[in-house]
Protein backbone atom coordinates (compact mmCIF):
# COMPACT_ATOMS: atom_id res chain seq x y z
CA UNK A 1 0.00 0.00 0.00
CA UNK A 2 3.01 1.97 0.73
CA UNK A 3 4.42 1.28 -2.71
CA UNK A 4 0.80 2.56 -4.47
CA UNK A 5 0.70 6.00 -2.45
CA UNK A 6 4.08 6.94 -3.31
CA UNK A 7 3.32 5.93 -6.88
CA UNK A 8 0.13 8.11 -6.50
CA UNK A 9 2.11 10.99 -5.18
CA UNK A 10 4.89 11.04 -7.92
CA UNK A 11 2.31 10.93 -10.20
CA UNK A 12 0.45 13.59 -8.91
CA UNK A 13 3.64 15.92 -9.01
CA UNK A 14 5.07 15.19 -12.28
CA UNK A 15 1.64 15.58 -13.47
CA UNK A 16 1.68 19.83 -11.28
CA UNK A 17 5.31 20.37 -12.96
CA UNK A 18 4.05 19.08 -16.39
CA UNK A 19 0.83 21.34 -16.05
CA UNK A 20 3.33 24.18 -14.65
CA UNK A 21 4.98 24.44 -17.65
CA UNK A 22 1.80 24.19 -20.34
CA UNK A 23 0.89 27.24 -18.04
CA UNK A 24 4.29 29.69 -18.59
CA UNK A 25 3.51 29.06 -22.67
CA UNK A 26 0.08 30.29 -22.17
CA UNK A 27 0.68 33.30 -19.85
CA UNK A 28 3.81 34.29 -22.27
CA UNK A 29 1.19 34.42 -24.57
CA UNK A 30 -1.47 36.49 -22.52
CA UNK A 31 1.65 39.22 -21.92
CA UNK A 32 2.67 39.33 -25.68
CA UNK A 33 -1.43 40.89 -25.91
CA UNK A 34 -1.08 43.04 -22.98
CA UNK A 35 1.86 44.23 -24.69
CA UNK A 36 0.21 45.42 -27.66
CA UNK A 37 -2.83 46.52 -25.36
CA UNK A 38 -1.18 48.75 -23.12
CA UNK A 39 0.94 50.28 -26.52
CA UNK A 40 -2.53 51.10 -27.89
CA UNK A 41 -4.40 52.46 -24.46
CA UNK A 42 -1.12 53.68 -22.65
CA UNK A 43 0.16 54.17 -20.44
CA UNK A 44 3.30 52.28 -22.72
CA UNK A 45 4.94 51.91 -19.08
CA UNK A 46 3.02 49.02 -18.70
CA UNK A 47 3.48 47.08 -22.12
CA UNK A 48 7.25 47.27 -21.36
CA UNK A 49 6.51 45.40 -17.89
CA UNK A 50 5.36 43.10 -19.78
CA UNK A 51 8.30 42.56 -22.22
CA UNK A 52 9.93 41.33 -18.54
CA UNK A 53 7.07 39.47 -17.70
CA UNK A 54 7.26 37.28 -21.53
CA UNK A 55 10.99 36.89 -20.34
CA UNK A 56 10.59 35.69 -17.25
CA UNK A 57 7.44 33.19 -17.96
CA UNK A 58 10.58 31.77 -20.75
CA UNK A 59 13.43 31.65 -18.60
CA UNK A 60 10.86 29.86 -16.15
CA UNK A 61 9.98 27.18 -18.87
CA UNK A 62 13.67 26.66 -19.17
CA UNK A 63 14.00 25.97 -15.93
CA UNK A 64 11.10 23.62 -15.59
CA UNK A 65 12.72 21.67 -18.91
CA UNK A 66 15.99 20.95 -16.97
CA UNK A 67 14.33 20.13 -13.73
CA UNK A 68 14.65 23.69 -11.89
CA UNK A 69 11.15 23.04 -10.92
CA UNK A 70 11.18 25.08 -7.50
CA UNK A 71 13.62 28.26 -8.78
CA UNK A 72 11.26 28.21 -12.03
CA UNK A 73 8.12 28.10 -9.60
CA UNK A 74 9.82 30.99 -7.72
CA UNK A 75 9.67 33.16 -10.63
CA UNK A 76 6.19 32.37 -11.84
CA UNK A 77 4.87 33.54 -8.46
CA UNK A 78 7.48 36.76 -8.66
CA UNK A 79 5.77 37.58 -11.90
CA UNK A 80 2.20 36.74 -11.15
CA UNK A 81 2.03 38.38 -7.84
CA UNK A 82 4.20 41.47 -9.53
CA UNK A 83 1.81 41.57 -12.06
CA UNK A 84 -1.58 41.84 -10.39
CA UNK A 85 -0.43 44.34 -7.80
CA UNK A 86 1.59 46.41 -10.54
CA UNK A 87 -1.76 46.24 -13.08
CA UNK A 88 -3.93 47.46 -10.33
CA UNK A 89 -2.21 49.86 -9.18
CA UNK A 90 -1.90 51.46 -12.30
CA UNK A 91 -5.09 51.32 -13.74
CA UNK A 92 -7.20 49.82 -11.02
CA UNK A 93 -9.20 47.28 -9.44
CA UNK A 94 -11.75 47.34 -12.26
CA UNK A 95 -8.98 45.96 -14.75
CA UNK A 96 -9.27 42.64 -13.58
CA UNK A 97 -5.64 42.13 -12.70
CA UNK A 98 -6.18 40.38 -8.84
CA UNK A 99 -7.67 37.49 -10.70
CA UNK A 100 -4.45 36.02 -11.75
CA UNK A 101 -3.91 35.68 -7.41
CA UNK A 102 -6.85 33.43 -7.48
CA UNK A 103 -4.85 30.96 -9.78
CA UNK A 104 -2.13 30.41 -7.42
CA UNK A 105 -5.11 28.43 -4.78
CA UNK A 106 -5.49 25.16 -6.94
CA UNK A 107 -1.63 25.49 -7.52
CA UNK A 108 -1.11 25.63 -3.72
CA UNK A 109 -3.09 22.71 -3.10
CA UNK A 110 -1.85 19.88 -5.30
CA UNK A 111 1.53 21.24 -4.44
CA UNK A 112 2.52 19.81 -0.98
CA UNK A 113 1.40 18.40 2.26
CA UNK A 114 -1.83 20.33 3.77
CA UNK A 115 0.48 21.26 6.44
CA UNK A 116 2.98 22.86 3.98
CA UNK A 117 0.13 25.20 2.22
CA UNK A 118 -1.16 27.08 5.05
CA UNK A 119 1.60 29.49 4.99
CA UNK A 120 1.42 30.35 1.38
CA UNK A 121 -2.39 30.48 1.62
CA UNK A 122 -2.07 33.27 4.38
CA UNK A 123 0.42 35.22 2.00
CA UNK A 124 -1.86 34.83 -0.52
CA UNK A 125 -5.20 35.82 0.97
CA UNK A 126 -3.03 38.47 3.16
CA UNK A 127 -1.67 40.20 -0.21
CA UNK A 128 -5.14 39.99 -2.05
CA UNK A 129 -7.25 41.48 0.46
CA UNK A 130 -4.33 44.32 1.32
CA UNK A 131 -4.33 45.28 -2.82
CA UNK A 132 -8.46 45.44 -2.72
CA UNK A 133 -8.03 47.84 0.19
CA UNK A 134 -5.27 49.98 -1.31
CA UNK A 135 -6.62 50.15 -5.04
CA UNK A 136 -10.35 50.67 -4.19
CA UNK A 137 -9.39 53.47 -1.76
CA UNK A 138 -6.41 54.98 -3.71
CA UNK A 139 -8.26 55.15 -7.15
CA UNK A 140 -6.01 54.32 -9.87
CA UNK A 141 -2.56 55.79 -10.58
CA UNK A 142 -2.53 55.72 -14.42
CA UNK A 143 -6.19 55.62 -15.41
CA UNK A 144 -7.71 54.39 -18.93
CA UNK A 145 -10.33 55.35 -20.96
CA UNK A 146 -13.52 53.33 -19.40
CA UNK A 147 -14.01 51.46 -22.82
CA UNK A 148 -10.30 49.98 -22.52
CA UNK A 149 -10.90 49.44 -18.97
CA UNK A 150 -14.01 47.36 -19.55
CA UNK A 151 -12.10 45.22 -22.32
CA UNK A 152 -8.96 44.95 -20.16
CA UNK A 153 -11.63 43.08 -17.07
CA UNK A 154 -13.08 41.02 -19.96
CA UNK A 155 -10.05 39.72 -21.24
CA UNK A 156 -9.01 38.87 -18.05
CA UNK A 157 -12.16 37.45 -16.89
CA UNK A 158 -11.83 34.91 -20.38
CA UNK A 159 -8.20 34.36 -19.33
CA UNK A 160 -9.01 33.13 -15.84
CA UNK A 161 -11.88 31.16 -17.04
CA UNK A 162 -9.70 29.55 -19.43
CA UNK A 163 -6.69 29.05 -16.94
CA UNK A 164 -9.03 27.50 -14.48
CA UNK A 165 -10.76 25.23 -16.87
CA UNK A 166 -7.46 23.99 -18.71
CA UNK A 167 -6.20 23.29 -15.14
CA UNK A 168 -9.23 21.64 -13.96
CA UNK A 169 -9.35 19.65 -17.00
CA UNK A 170 -6.11 18.77 -16.77
CA UNK A 171 -6.05 17.25 -13.23
CA UNK A 172 -9.14 15.81 -13.90
CA UNK A 173 -7.90 13.31 -16.40
CA UNK A 174 -4.55 12.53 -14.34
CA UNK A 175 -7.15 11.19 -11.82
CA UNK A 176 -8.78 9.20 -14.36
CA UNK A 177 -5.43 7.74 -16.17
CA UNK A 178 -3.96 7.08 -12.75
CA UNK A 179 -7.38 5.36 -11.50
CA UNK A 180 -7.08 3.88 -14.46
CA UNK A 181 -2.96 2.54 -14.06
CA UNK A 182 -4.59 1.31 -10.62
CA UNK A 183 -7.23 -0.94 -11.97
CA UNK A 184 -4.30 -2.15 -13.86
CA UNK A 185 -2.04 -2.90 -11.10
CA UNK A 186 -4.80 -4.59 -9.11
CA UNK A 187 -5.53 -6.91 -11.57
CA UNK A 188 -2.23 -8.01 -12.74
CA UNK A 189 0.65 -10.81 -11.44
CA UNK A 190 3.11 -7.77 -10.38
CA UNK A 191 6.11 -10.92 -11.80
CA UNK A 192 4.42 -11.45 -15.38
CA UNK A 193 2.03 -9.15 -16.06
CA UNK A 194 -0.63 -11.60 -16.72
CA UNK A 195 -4.14 -11.09 -15.08
CA UNK A 196 -3.89 -12.57 -11.27
CA UNK A 197 -6.30 -15.00 -9.51
CA UNK A 198 -8.97 -12.39 -8.24
CA UNK A 199 -9.38 -10.57 -11.60
CA UNK A 200 -9.68 -13.93 -13.54
CA UNK A 201 -12.10 -15.19 -10.99
CA UNK A 202 -14.55 -12.32 -11.56
CA UNK A 203 -13.80 -12.44 -15.07
CA UNK A 204 -14.70 -16.09 -15.26
CA UNK A 205 -18.23 -14.94 -13.14
CA UNK A 206 -19.20 -12.18 -16.16
CA UNK A 207 -18.20 -14.81 -18.97
CA UNK A 208 -19.75 -17.62 -17.47
CA UNK A 209 -23.50 -15.39 -17.41
CA UNK A 210 -22.61 -14.49 -20.47
CA UNK A 211 -22.09 -17.86 -21.91
CA UNK A 212 -25.79 -18.84 -20.10
CA UNK A 213 -27.65 -15.66 -21.34
CA UNK A 214 -26.31 -16.28 -25.26
CA UNK A 215 -25.94 -19.83 -25.14
CA UNK A 216 -22.89 -19.87 -25.95
CA UNK A 217 -19.93 -22.14 -25.38
CA UNK A 218 -17.26 -21.38 -23.27
CA UNK A 219 -13.76 -23.82 -22.39
CA UNK A 220 -10.96 -23.32 -19.75
CA UNK A 221 -7.21 -24.86 -20.59
CA UNK A 222 -4.93 -25.00 -17.04
CA UNK A 223 -1.34 -25.39 -17.96
CA UNK A 224 1.35 -26.44 -15.38
CA UNK A 225 5.19 -26.12 -16.58
CA UNK A 226 6.79 -29.69 -16.20
CA UNK A 227 10.05 -29.43 -14.10
CA UNK A 228 9.39 -26.37 -12.81
CA UNK A 229 11.33 -27.45 -9.67
CA UNK A 230 14.52 -28.99 -11.40
CA UNK A 231 14.54 -25.84 -13.53
CA UNK A 232 14.43 -23.84 -10.07
CA UNK A 233 17.42 -26.59 -8.12
CA UNK A 234 19.56 -26.23 -11.00
CA UNK A 235 19.68 -22.70 -12.50
CA UNK A 236 18.58 -20.72 -9.60
CA UNK A 237 15.33 -18.74 -8.47
CA UNK A 238 16.19 -16.02 -10.74
CA UNK A 239 16.32 -18.63 -13.85
CA UNK A 240 12.77 -19.65 -12.21
CA UNK A 241 11.25 -16.14 -12.25
CA UNK A 242 12.70 -15.90 -16.14
CA UNK A 243 10.86 -18.58 -16.80
CA UNK A 244 7.63 -17.56 -16.17
CA UNK A 245 7.94 -14.09 -17.42
CA UNK A 246 9.32 -16.06 -20.58
CA UNK A 247 6.06 -18.30 -20.58
CA UNK A 248 3.80 -15.90 -19.39
CA UNK A 249 4.75 -13.73 -22.88
CA UNK A 250 4.07 -16.82 -25.18
CA UNK A 251 0.53 -17.26 -23.62
CA UNK A 252 -0.64 -13.68 -23.56
CA UNK A 253 0.93 -14.11 -27.73
CA UNK A 254 -1.27 -17.03 -27.67
CA UNK A 255 -4.40 -15.85 -27.09
CA UNK A 256 -6.93 -14.98 -29.31
CA UNK A 257 -9.22 -11.88 -29.48
CA UNK A 258 -12.00 -12.72 -26.61
CA UNK A 259 -9.34 -14.63 -24.76
CA UNK A 260 -8.29 -14.35 -21.12
CA UNK A 261 -5.09 -15.34 -19.43
CA UNK A 262 -3.78 -15.19 -15.89
CA UNK A 263 -0.77 -16.72 -13.46
CA UNK A 264 -3.18 -18.96 -11.55
CA UNK A 265 -0.78 -19.10 -8.75
CA UNK A 266 3.27 -20.69 -9.11
CA UNK A 267 3.80 -21.98 -12.18
CA UNK A 268 0.16 -22.43 -12.89
CA UNK A 269 -1.83 -20.86 -15.73
CA UNK A 270 -5.16 -20.75 -16.78
CA UNK A 271 -7.27 -19.57 -20.15
CA UNK A 272 -10.13 -18.45 -20.53
CA UNK A 273 -11.82 -18.84 -24.25
CA UNK A 274 -15.37 -17.69 -24.79
CA UNK A 275 -17.23 -19.26 -27.66
CA UNK A 276 -15.31 -22.05 -27.82
CA UNK A 277 -15.87 -25.74 -27.99
CA UNK A 278 -14.12 -28.16 -26.24
CA UNK A 279 -12.40 -29.49 -29.28
CA UNK A 280 -11.79 -26.64 -30.05
CA UNK A 281 -10.22 -25.45 -26.64
CA UNK A 282 -8.22 -28.54 -27.11
CA UNK A 283 -6.84 -27.47 -30.61
CA UNK A 284 -6.08 -24.07 -28.50
CA UNK A 285 -3.71 -26.45 -26.35
CA UNK A 286 -1.96 -28.30 -28.41
CA UNK A 287 -0.95 -24.98 -30.52
CA UNK A 288 -0.05 -23.66 -27.28
CA UNK A 289 2.12 -26.85 -26.29
CA UNK A 290 4.06 -26.73 -29.09
CA UNK A 291 4.59 -23.22 -29.35
CA UNK A 292 6.18 -23.53 -25.80
CA UNK A 293 8.32 -26.26 -26.35
CA UNK A 294 9.78 -25.03 -29.64
CA UNK A 295 10.88 -21.57 -27.88
CA UNK A 296 13.28 -22.22 -25.15
CA UNK A 297 14.26 -19.33 -22.73
CA UNK A 298 17.56 -17.51 -24.30
CA UNK A 299 19.46 -16.62 -20.71
CA UNK A 300 23.40 -16.37 -22.71
CA UNK A 301 24.95 -16.96 -25.59
CA UNK A 302 25.37 -20.68 -25.05
CA UNK A 303 23.08 -21.26 -21.64
CA UNK A 304 19.28 -22.02 -23.00
CA UNK A 305 16.18 -23.56 -20.54
CA UNK A 306 14.31 -26.18 -22.19
CA UNK A 307 10.41 -25.14 -21.01
CA UNK A 308 7.47 -27.96 -21.46
CA UNK A 309 3.62 -27.43 -20.60
CA UNK A 310 1.21 -30.07 -19.18
CA UNK A 311 -2.34 -29.11 -20.12
CA UNK A 312 -5.91 -30.16 -19.20
CA UNK A 313 -9.05 -28.63 -20.76
CA UNK A 314 -12.31 -28.92 -19.89
CA UNK A 315 -15.75 -27.06 -20.88
CA UNK A 316 -18.08 -24.75 -18.86
CA UNK A 317 -21.41 -25.84 -19.64
CA UNK A 318 -25.22 -25.38 -19.11
CA UNK A 319 -24.84 -27.68 -16.43
CA UNK A 320 -21.38 -26.84 -15.27
CA UNK A 321 -20.37 -24.27 -13.03
CA UNK A 322 -16.71 -22.37 -14.07
CA UNK A 323 -15.61 -24.24 -10.57
CA UNK A 324 -16.99 -27.85 -12.08
CA UNK A 325 -14.95 -26.99 -15.39
CA UNK A 326 -12.06 -26.18 -13.54
CA UNK A 327 -11.89 -28.93 -11.20
CA UNK A 328 -12.49 -31.00 -14.18
CA UNK A 329 -9.11 -29.54 -16.42
CA UNK A 330 -7.57 -29.93 -13.23
CA UNK A 331 -8.11 -33.48 -13.23
CA UNK A 332 -7.28 -33.39 -16.87
CA UNK A 333 -3.81 -31.85 -16.06
CA UNK A 334 -2.66 -34.19 -13.52
CA UNK A 335 -3.35 -37.06 -16.39
CA UNK A 336 -1.54 -34.98 -18.58
CA UNK A 337 1.59 -35.09 -16.02
CA UNK A 338 0.28 -38.76 -15.40
CA UNK A 339 1.47 -39.88 -18.80
CA UNK A 340 4.63 -38.25 -19.86
CA UNK A 341 4.14 -34.57 -20.04
CA UNK A 342 4.61 -32.23 -22.66
CA UNK A 343 0.75 -33.18 -23.90
CA UNK A 344 -3.00 -32.17 -23.67
CA UNK A 345 -5.58 -34.11 -21.91
CA UNK A 346 -9.42 -33.57 -22.37
CA UNK A 347 -11.56 -34.11 -19.75
CA UNK A 348 -11.96 -37.56 -18.73
CA UNK A 349 -12.48 -40.20 -16.11
CA UNK A 350 -12.42 -38.98 -12.27
CA UNK A 351 -9.25 -40.20 -11.29
CA UNK A 352 -9.11 -40.88 -7.43
CA UNK A 353 -9.25 -38.04 -4.81
CA UNK A 354 -5.91 -38.45 -4.28
CA UNK A 355 -4.41 -36.96 -6.86
CA UNK A 356 -4.86 -33.80 -5.22
CA UNK A 357 -1.96 -33.99 -3.08
CA UNK A 358 0.05 -36.12 -5.74
CA UNK A 359 -0.39 -33.56 -8.15
CA UNK A 360 0.97 -30.92 -5.91
CA UNK A 361 3.95 -32.32 -5.22
CA UNK A 362 7.47 -31.02 -6.90
CA UNK A 363 6.89 -31.88 -10.76
Not at 184 to 200: H, I, P
Not at 261 to 273: H, M, Q
Request: aromatic share 12%; proline share 3%.
Amino acid sequence: MDLVMDARRTSAHAAFWLMTRRVTVLAACVDVVFFLFFLWSGPVYLAWINVLSVSLYVLANLLLRYRYNYLALLLIWIEVMGHAVIGTLAVGWGAGFHYYLLMFIPAIMVSGYLALTLLPLCVLFTLYVGLYLVATRAGPLSPIADHALVALNLFNVLVFFMMASYTARFFYQRVRQSEQRLREYAARDTLTGLYNRRYFLELAGKEQSRAERESSPLAVVIADIDYFKNINDTFGHEAGDQVLVHIGAILDRCCRAGDAVARWGGEEFLFLLPNTEASEAEQFAERVCRTVAQQPLRRAAQDSVLCTLSLGVAAVGMDKTFADALAEADRALYESKMAGRNRVTTTGPVVADSYLAERRSPA
